[in-house]
């Protein structure tokens, strides 16, 4: 007997610079999966999966009654067998600073003389995204300024930061890691159990530093914030008072032309620039209060 193949839509959204939030809420309430990509100038582009019974014709004439407007887009289909497996073939193992990055579908672990950090393929698509590579020479850089006692990796996505710190620094350090998505948060709890971290770091659902634990915990030793432009000149007088004195302050996902404004605003708020990290048109700035 054969398997029947399903034909799934997928509705892919001209980039954007930013996408509002009742758009986004939209988006979530109508799909089975909302997933964002970031293009190489710093453009949102969202991509929404459907499930096999979705009415697409249906969606376009709701599409023109709504109270806003959705970016343009364009309808695709692809076989539900195979969209996961082909994406999984994509992420290889690799290294970078102290680190080995690969993927839960490796049936071993890859030999390596580094720290081995082994997260959820199907959430790892970004994982070798110049941002993360950047973040991750960056913390390895770190280990000779710092013995961390509590770090904040807010916006941790998939915890890769966060389990490549935690392994890093071993036992000694509490690691929080908070996301505004809560499939991040289950995915970085999952990923934590993954690499045996779990006991060393919590996942958190927060819009920004807003949930409680952030403040009962700050200030903190360093802060990773691996987001976006916007968000980070939006949250840079939290981070900076939930720091602690000298504490160090990781940022990326902005480009070159972005860099300039990036450092001003921040050093506007009191930090200094210790050193500037660039790769594929990318930066990371490692900070300091």
Not at 8 to 32: G, Q, S
Not at 222 to 234: M, S
Request: proline share 5%.
């Amino acid at each position: 007997m054969h398997k029947i193949k399903h034909k799934i839509p997928l509705i892919r959204f001209t980039p954007v610079e930013f996408m509002e939030e009742n758009i986004i809420n939209y988006l979530e309430e109508t799909f089975e999966v909302v997933s964002i990509n970031y293009t190489d100038s710093n453009m949102e582009e969202y991509i929404c999966y459907a499930n096999p019974s979705f009415d697409v014709e249906k969606f376009i004439k709701e599409t023109q009654n709504l109270p806003f407007a959705l970016p343009q887009f364009q309808v695709e289909t692809l076989e539900d067998k195979n969209w996961l497996t082909e994406n999984v073939i994509k992420f290889s193992p690799f290294e970078v600073g102290d680190f080995l990055i690969y993927g839960i579908h490796e049936v071993t672990t890859p030999k390596t003389d580094k720290i081995p950090v082994q997260v959820y393929a199907a959430t790892a698509f970004g994982s070798e995204h110049p941002t993360t590579k950047m973040c991750l020479t960056a913390i390895t850089e770190l280990k000779n300024l710092i013995t961390p006692q509590k770090i904040l990796d807010m916006g941790t996505g998939s915890g890769i930061l966060s389990i490549a710190s935690s392994k890093l620094w071993n036992e000694k350090t509490k690691i929080i890691s908070a996301d505004i998505d809560p499939e991040s948060v289950d995915v970085t709890h999952s990923n934590t159990i993954t690499n045996n971290q779990n006991n060393y770091i919590t996942a958190i659902l927060s819009d920004g530093y807003n949930n409680p634990m952030i403040k009962e915990n700050s200030p903190f030793d360093i802060i990773l914030a691996n987001i976006l432009l916007n968000p980070l000149k939006t949250m840079t007088q939290d981070a900076y008072d939930s720091l602690i004195k000298n504490g160090y302050y990781l940022i990326s996902g902005f480009i070159s032309n972005q860099l300039e404004d990036i450092i001003n605003h921040h050093t506007s708020f009191g930090f200094k620039v210790i050193k500037i990290y660039e790769q594929e048109n990318w930066h990371a700035v490692l900070l300091q209060k």
